[in-house]
């Protein structure tokens, strides 16, 4: 089950482009030729975030995707800045200390035993609920890491990547601790030429179809490692 989540919506355009394009229409766009893609490989269940030009907040896009028992979840958003010479793809995943920070937060909330799946923490003193959510969330975030690593590999191909392209940060939408999670960047909505190919449905089916490819890879190497 791969949860594809269109950043922004509704009342939030996100970053608004130089031919004033709105970040929602195009992640919403990529979303959608994402989720053909994956259902054209006949292996995969979709949960999308939202389908439609619809506000949804970040805590209920995590509660989407986790109600739907996903795999994995990706983002999608376009960036922009000041510096109209920026352009380039980028991949992000939570960092370490945003995680901790989660980490703690999650583990003093009253009801954590619904939070992990497989593992039932309402009868663990804290300090072993606090262990074990750090476990689950270690091996979450190398496996996010793993993901991302396959994403630039497969969508350095179709488009101009952002040096040191896979990044850390604390994006609220990637804290689910046992869901892994990456968020793309597809492009900077303030350069021409990004700007250009988001616009473009066969860029966008360009980009989803290596996406797509790089979700394929990281299943079959889950797969692998867990018959060994
Ligand atoms: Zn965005």
Sequence with gaps: ?????????????????????????????????????????????????????????????????????????????????????????????????????????????ENKSDLLAGVDLGAEPLEVTNILIDLVQRETMNQSSVLAAGLVRELREQTLLLPKT??????????????????????YLSNPVDERLLRSDQHRRKLAAAIARAIDAYFVRVEARNRQ
């Design 1 to 109: 089950m791969v949860a594809i989540d269109p950043g922004h919506g509704g009342v939030d355009p996100g970053a608004i482009s130089l031919n004033g394009e709105y970040e929602k229409r195009i992640t919403l766009a990529v979303a959608r030729a994402l989720r053909d893609r994956l259902n054209a490989l006949g292996r995969y269940k979709v949960v999308m975030t939202r389908d439609r030009d619809v506000f949804i907040r970040l805590r209920d896009r995590i509660a989407i995707a986790r109600a739907a028992g996903a795999n994995l979840f990706i983002s999608l958003h376009a960036d922009k800045m000041a510096n109209a010479a920026v352009r380039g793809l980028s991949v992000y995943t939570l960092s370490e200390r945003a995680s901790d920070a989660e980490a703690a937060a999650l583990a003093n909330q």
């Design 166 to 187: 896979h990044r850390f940060a604390g994006f609220a939408v990637l804290k689910a601790p046992d869901v892994p999670s990456a968020l793309v960047e597809l492009g």
